[in-house]
């Protein structure tokens, strides 16, 4: 199981979006046996699933 142990927000206005596109945030998972992985998702997306640091990553 992954649980998100840190979400960041690198967007510094240096990259444009394409129209419609939303902006992607950096996501640090650690499994239980302390392993850690870097996902990106959108925080429409996360705000969506009711996602945030500590919440188990869904296993989609």
């Not at 992607?24 to 959108?42: C, F, H, N, P, R």
Request: net charge negative; hydrophobic share 30%; with cysteine.
């Amino acid at each position: 199981m992954w649980k998100i142990k840190q979400i960041f927000d690198g967007d510094y206005g240096c990259e444009e979006l394409k129209q419609g596109e939303d902006p992607k945030l950096s996501v640090t998972l650690i499994s239980d046996d302390g392993k850690e992985k870097y996902v990106q998702a959108t925080d429409k997306w996360l705000t969506e699933k009711g996602l945030d640091v500590g919440s188990v990553w869904p296993e989609e």
